[in-house]
């Protein structure tokens, strides 16, 4: 139990592109979902928080208008990266809490390349 | 402000026994916790302390001290496919609020 997926796995766009990344419970309901940010040999970063029917909650220094976040359903989170460029280049990991346990459950990331 | 430190690199033998520190200065702790994460791949998670002492799964333990704001993570009986990132995070505060923030991140190698 407790699988987190996500979509697409790898990415590459072009710059001044737009890409979206799907995060889903798939066997669980998930009332909060959290993205992460990781560059290369560094650690996990929390860009934001998302609570299921409310406004995504951003971490200082994450441009909200950049990196739009929605979360329609107890399922599914998206993170879309507007007008992307290649310092977005990253990947992008999400995770998912359930209401009944404090424990995050991570997916398997999205590579990200803008070239 | 939260600020979780760990050694960058740390390199052991296959067989030895490795001890990974961290120590946190966070507003608020509600449990610290700690995932490897190989190349490429999203963390997976190994051990969890909230009371001070020690958590022992398997070759792995993890050990936590509130009052110091430390803990530590032992891997015994190394073996190759230990080598990877270790992470060690901070859940705070209590709640629907809570949020885990990391540590920097551990790269281990594990050598013949």
């Known amino acids: 139990g407790a699988v987190v997926s996500q979509h697409p796995s790898r990415v590459i766009c072009k710059s001044g592109t737009s890409v979206k990344i799907e995060c889903r419970s798939l066997?669980?309901?998930?009332?909060?979902m959290f993205w992460y940010r990781q560059f290369p040999k560094q650690s996990l970063m929390l860009m934001a928080t998302?609570?299921?029917?409310?406004?995504?909650?951003?971490e200082q220094g994450v441009e909200k208008d950049k990196f739009l976040i929605n979360h329609a359903s107890l399922t599914l989170s998206t993170l879309t990266v507007t007008s992307a460029h290649p310092e977005d280049s990253s990947f992008y990991i999400c995770s998912a809490r359930t209401r009944q346990r404090d424990e995050q459950y991570f997916g398997p990331g999205t590579r990200l390349t803008v070239t | 402000g939260q600020n979780i430190d760990q050694p960058t690199e740390m390199t052991a033998t296959e067989g030895a026994i490795v001890q990974i520190n961290c120590t946190y200065q966070t507003s608020g702790f509600n449990g610290l916790f700690w995932y490897q994460q190989h190349a490429g791949e999203a963390p997976t998670f190994l051990s969890y302390?909230?009371?001070?002492g020690l958590e022992e799964k398997g070759r792995f333990s993890s050990f936590l001290s509130r009052s110091k704001g430390y803990s530590y993570l032992l891997l015994k009986e190394l073996q190759m496919k230990d080598s990877a990132s270790y992470l060690c995070?901070?859940?705070?505060?209590?709640?629907?609020?809570?949020?885990?923030?990391f540590g920097t991140g551990t790269r281990l190698q594990v050598t013949l």
């Open positions: 995070a901070v859940r705070s505060p209590t709640g629907t609020a809570s949020k885990l923030t």
């Open positions: 066997d669980f309901q998930a009332t909060t």
């Open positions: 302390n909230v009371l001070d």
């Open positions: 998302s609570n299921e029917g409310s406004k995504a909650t951003y």
